[in-house]
């Protein structure tokens, strides 16, 4: 009876041990979040702000550069950039920028300000440069569902299985404000997308392929 049991209990650890190398979604997911989970977010923002001429302006508005800048009113005197003006507020706030000394603009039928702020060097270790703009970190990657997998085939001495899942943001609170007052041109930061990556099987189960020289 006492090898019976013993023979049981190490069948039962076997099991336990196999399953983590099976191709599901369950080990997959769990995988993807092991690698993925808690990742910092980091993406191209920008500042939805139109000249006092009423073009869009397309210098100094993305988040993460060293200075942003919008006019508070047009050249008719009415008022302009009021979501602009609502996030750099919270920008602020938060410290990654500071308010710097306002410029006058001629123009129209009277002179307008326009606001500048600052990048501070909390700001800047928010922000991640790349040759197209700054990107800048809103929060961590949240892991959601696996949509599908391949079958896993040898590859160079590997047993690998190309797995798409779905991800998004978790934003910190002020990113949360931020992407609200951004309004509905912010609203798809906060939607799932489409990721892929290639997983590899090991003794110890799945995983991420660009984790296994760490």
Request: glycine share 8%.
């Amino acid at each position: 009876m006492k090898k019976t049991a013993l023979t049981l209990a190490a069948a039962l650890v076997l099991a336990a041990c196999g399953s983590s190398q099976e191709a599901s979604e369950g080990n997959f997911k769990k995988a993807v979040a092991q690698s993925g989970e808690g990742r910092d977010v980091c993406l191209p923002v920008a500042l939805d702000v139109v000249m006092p001429d009423g073009q869009p302006a397309f210098r100094n508005t993305l988040v993460g550069e060293p200075l942003l800048q919008y006019a508070d009113r047009d050249f008719e005197g009415k008022e302009i950039n009021k979501s602009a003006a609502k996030q750099l507020e919270i920008l602020e706030k938060e410290g990654f920028y500071r308010k710097a000394e306002a410029e006058r603009v001629e123009g129209g039928k009277k002179a307008v300000e326009v606001v500048s702020f600052r990048l501070t060097e909390k700001g800047m270790e928010q922000a991640r440069g790349t040759p197209r703009g700054p990107l800048f970190c809103l929060g961590k990657q949240k892991i959601g569902k696996i949509n599908w997998f391949t079958t896993p085939t040898p590859d160079n001495g590997f047993t690998v299985s190309e797995v798409s899942y779905q991800a998004e943001l978790d934003p910190e609170k002020w990113a949360d404000k931020l992407i609200k007052a951004g309004g509905k041109e912010w609203e798809h930061l906060r939607e799932p997308h489409n990721q892929t990556v290639t997983l590899v099987q090991t003794n110890r189960g799945w995983k991420d392929m660009r984790d296994l020289n760490r």
